[in-house]
């Protein structure tokens, strides 16, 4: 069972930076796709980065030139750096993995069976 401990996040003015990583447990990062999902209050959560256990990534068009999605294998975690943030980019933030995720259903909930006890990110103006 893969485990996912999430840590970083926080408060920042808009157009600042923030990092959050996720410890992975009970596999190697080439063991597992990865995503990084975000839920903002009374919305549903969206997928917003994606990485392969192959290493290729993609992204929410919301959060494209701005965010990136990378991973450390010697300390077996992920990062989500976050750069240029907006207001609209405050919410719930949370890593999820699984051992096969579809390309083409990347940003769906469904697709991924670990999650990490999410990180409260804040942006404000």
């Known amino acids: 069972q893969v485990q996912l401990g999430q840590s970083g996040g926080g408060s920042v003015e808009a157009g600042g930076s923030l990092k959050l990583s996720c410890v992975v447990s009970g596999d190697t990062l080439s063991g597992q796709d990865f995503a990084w999902f975000r839920q903002a209050p009374g919305k549903q959560r969206e997928g917003v980065a994606f990485i392969t256990r192959y290493g290729g990534t993609t992204y929410a068009n919301s959060v494209k030139g701005r965010f990136t999605v990378s991973r450390d294998n010697a300390k077996n975690t992920l990062y989500l750096q976050m750069d240029s943030l907006k207001l609209d980019d405050t919410g719930m933030y949370y890593c999820?993995?699984?051992?096969?995720?579809?390309?083409?259903?990347?940003?769906?909930?469904?697709?991924?069976?670990?999650w990490g006890q999410g990180t409260q990110v804040t942006v404000s103006s």
């Open positions: 999820a993995a699984d051992r096969s995720v579809r390309w083409a259903t990347w940003a769906s909930h469904k697709e991924y069976n670990n």
